[in-house]
């Protein structure tokens, strides 16, 4: 896997939306990478601060969650 792919995947990867072999080819280059490396780990931070900032937040009302199911769904 190139920069460039690993790029393009980088938010899946975060995610854990990858598949294992995916997950697993993108870890190895980030490993090895001075570029990709600390961008990922820069983008792994944001999201940790993220969540962070949201515990104990209110909740999304239920209609509004169903809303936001639909439109994502057809997107996929």
């Known amino acids: 896997m190139d920069c460039a792919e690993v790029e393009r995947r980088l938010w899946e990867y975060l995610d854990g939306a990858l598949s294992p072999k995916e997950a697993k080819a993108v870890r190895a ?13 820069c ?3 944001f999201l940790i601060l993220v969540a962070r900032a949201l515990r104990g937040q209110p909740v999304a009302p239920e209609i ?3 809303r936001l199911r639909v439109l994502i769904s057809r997107e996929s």
């Open 29 to 41: 280059h980030v490993a090895r990478c001075g570029g990709c490396g600390p961008a990922c780990r």
């Open 43 to 45: 983008c792994r931070s």
């Open 64 to 66: 509004l969650r169903g």
